[in-house]
C-alpha cells in the first residue's frame, strides 16, 4: 500500500527551461545533465538515477522543474529530453551555451542598470554573448592594443 500522493516524478517544462545547467551543477547523482553539440543544447533528465533530493527544483531559476505526484505503485518512467538552440563561440566554435540562458541574463541586467547605459550594453552584448568564457579569459589577457584592433574588427 502507497500512501496518497507518496510517489513523486520531476517533470521539465521545455517552454520555461533555457537550458542554464543549474539543475545539472547541483544534481548529486548526475540525474540531470546538459550536453551541447554542433547544433543543439539538450536537457537530459534520468529518472533511473534520480534520488529525489529536489535540489534542482530549488536551484532552477525559471521555475521550469516540478513535481508530479502518483498514487499507484507503478508508473512508466522514461527518460526526458529538452532541446533547444545553442550558441557557438565565434573564436574557437564550441557550443557553450544556449540562447535562452543568454536572453534571460541580458534581460535581468537591463532592468537593473541605468537607461542612460543601456545602449552602450545592448551594444556589446551583441558580440560578447556569443564569446564563450575561456575565450573571453583570453582577450581579457590580450595588451590594450590587441585588443582594440580585435573590437575595431568585431572579433
Ligand atoms: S531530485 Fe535530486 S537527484 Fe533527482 S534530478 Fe533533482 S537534483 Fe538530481
Ligand atoms: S535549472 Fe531549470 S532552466 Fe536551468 S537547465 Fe535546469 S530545468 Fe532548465
Do not use: W
Request: aromatic residues 6%.
Amino acid at each position: 500500500m502507497v500512501r496518497e500522493g507518496m510517489r513523486l516524478e520531476i517533470k521539465i517544462d521545455p517552454e520555461l527551461c533555457i537550458g542554464c545547467g543549474a539543475c545539472s551543477s547541483i544534481c548529486p547523482t548526475n540525474a540531470i545533465t546538459i550536453e551541447f553539440d554542433d547544433r543543439a543544447a539538450s536537457v537530459i533528465r534520468k529518472p533511473e538515477k534520480c534520488i529525489y533530493c529536489l535540489s534542482c527544483i530549488d536551484s532552477c531559476p525559471n521555475d521550469a522543474l516540478k513535481t508530479v505526484q502518483h498514487n499507484h505503485v507503478y508508473f512508466t518512467i522514461t527518460v526526458e529530453e529538452v532541446q533547444m538552440a545553442a550558441i557557438k563561440c565565434v573564436r574557437c566554435g564550441k557550443p557553450f551555451a544556449t540562447y535562452k540562458h543568454a536572453e534571460k541574463v541580458r534581460d535581468m541586467i537591463i532592468n537593473k542598470i541605468s537607461i542612460s547605459i543601456r545602449d552602450v550594453f545592448l551594444e556589446d552584448y551583441k558580440t560578447y554573448h556569443r564569446i564563450c568564457p575561456e575565450c573571453r579569459k583570453k582577450i581579457r589577457e590580450l595588451t590594450p592594443l590587441r585588443y582594440l584592433v580585435l573590437k575595431h574588427e568585431k572579433i
